[in-house]
């Protein structure tokens, strides 16, 4: 069983397009254009909607607000049939530093107005979601006020990068392979973190350690490995 759709959280409007929040619309607007699919404003589910022709997958942006997001999910969602197990929701995460992203089925929603209001409206938490980190804010700062800002350039470029490694993983996701994307996510981190060339024995020795983080990762219910959730 494969995705059926994608759905990326945000607010509506300009002055919101570049703010950290909106890091699920970005993923879901640059695959769109990547794939040559027209996302349009759809009045019945209140969103931006389009539909990858090859696979069949719709992609859906909200045009709710953030804390609304659940009400076109789950008309699409009950529209077409599709089960919260085919839905990824693609969003931003402050729990991981900018350039990281992860990928996880079920579990907290840390406070996320967007994936309360998905997780209410479609009474489970068991669709997959796909977690951008933003980073957390600085000490004194409200995480509702960071996520309204626009990230610094270099932060940008790394959430960028981040984004750029999803969207290769979506073709897996889309075919139903979640553990082959998932290894893939975590395979994919490790080079940043670790900057020695391949070939040097450092880069060797890192593998056992690999492991242990991914067999702890399971025991969380988390497959997609180094940074395991905090709750």
């Known amino acids: 069983m494969g995705i059926r759709l ?4 945000g607010n509506p409007g300009k002055e919101y397009e570049r703010t950290r929040h909106n890091a699920g619309f970005w993923l879901v607007e640059r695959y769109a254009t990547q794939n040559g699919v027209v996302l349009r404003k759809d009045q019945k ?5 389009g539909r990858h022709e090859a696979s069949g997958t719709w992609l859906l942006l909200p045009q ?4 609304l997001s659940g ?3 789950q008309m699409l969602a009950g529209f077409f049939k599709i089960k919260p197990e085919e839905i990824l929701v693609v969003h931003d995460e402050l729990d991981f530093p900018p350039g ?3 990928l996880k089925q079920g579990g907290g929603i ?3 107005n967007g994936l309360k209001d998905i997780s209410q409206r479609l009474a489970t938490h068991d669709y997959w979601r796909l977690r951008l980190g933003v980073g957390k804010p600085p000490p004194g700062r409200e995480g509702a006020d960071y996520v309204l800002e626009r990230p610094p350039a270099e932060e940008k470029s790394a959430i960028d ?3 750029d490694k999803s969207l290769g993983l979506l073709p897996q996701l889309v075919a139903g392979d979640m553990q082959g994307a998932m290894n893939t996510l975590h395979t994919e981190d490790k080079p940043p973190a670790n900057k020695e060339p391949p070939a040097k024995p450092a880069e060797k020795k890192a593998e056992p350690l690999g492991e242990s983080q991914k067999e702890s990762a399971k025991k969380e219910g988390l497959l997609s ?3 395991g959730r905090k709750k």
């Open 6 to 9: 994608v759905v990326g959280l």
């Open 45 to 49: 589910f209140k969103a931006l909607v």
């Open 64 to 67: 709710t607000f953030m804390n």
């Open 71 to 73: 009400q076109p999910v």
């Open 100 to 102: 990281v992203a992860r």
């Open 110 to 112: 840390a406070g996320h």
């Open 161 to 163: 990068a981040a984004i």
């Open 225 to 227: 490995g180094l940074f």
